[in-house]
């Protein structure tokens, strides 16, 4: 009986061990668990692009009238 | 193109507050929280000063360099932007930050202040531009709409300047050689001049 049970808490803590570890993956956490010191890993922003860019050349040109 | 920079003229601020309001209700800012405000020196007596005071989104960003989970990153155009998604609410950067620019909506101790917040030069942040999460995490993104930040397009007096780096610049520079005297823009050394 003792065996048994022996046996059954071996197996659930091997179960627990496994399930642990594989909460760990980063792409089912949905957040960044990896670090590189220095390096930024979050998400990466959009560019803007030359048009974007030229209007807000012109825009900060049009400050000198006032 | 030069980098995005803001300038504040203290000799056109009037201390209208117009800036903070603006911003606070452009990006629905919460209560508590100021990414911009209006700091006076000499209030009420000779030589009062008032100046418009957020992230001035450093070249090399103190705030950059002391992030232990390294959230901050530079856009091409210069804009310090950060990401809320790995932020842990530490406050290093704010007493790393010169100008007093992180904020966070709890007052509490490390990491239970909740997620930074900060001036971002009306650039959103690591989110699809101009989608609801980046307006909800981060503000409006002006920039992408080809619109400069809405203080200074919105600022009265034109004190309050942003935008291309060297036509701030030049703009600042007629302004001095018309007044014929002064060449000091508030912060402009502490945020931009190169560090050795």
Known sequence: M???????????????????????????QNRVLSYQKGTYLGKTDQQLSEDQLRTLINRSNAQRVY | MARMKFLCDAERCIECNACVTACKNEHEVPWGVNRRRVVTIQDGKPGER???VACMHCSDAPCTAVCPVDCFYQTEQGVV???KDLCIGCGYCFYACPFGAPQYPQAGNYGSRGKMDKCTFCAGGPEEDMSSLEFQKYGRNRLAEGKLPICAE??????????????????????IVARGFGSGAWGWGTAYSIKS
């Open chain 2, 154 to 175: 919105m600022c009265a007096t034109k004190a309050l300047l942003a935008g291309d780096g060297d036509q701030v610049a030049n703009i600042f520079r007629e302004r």
């Open chain 2, 81 to 83: 932007l950060h990401s």
């Open chain 1, 2 to 28: 003792i065996a048994i049970t022996r046996k059954f808490l071996v197996l659930f803590a091997l179960t627990a061990v496994v399930a642990g570890l594989s909460a760990c993956a980063e792409d089912e």
């Open chain 2, 50 to 52: 008032s100046i418009s």
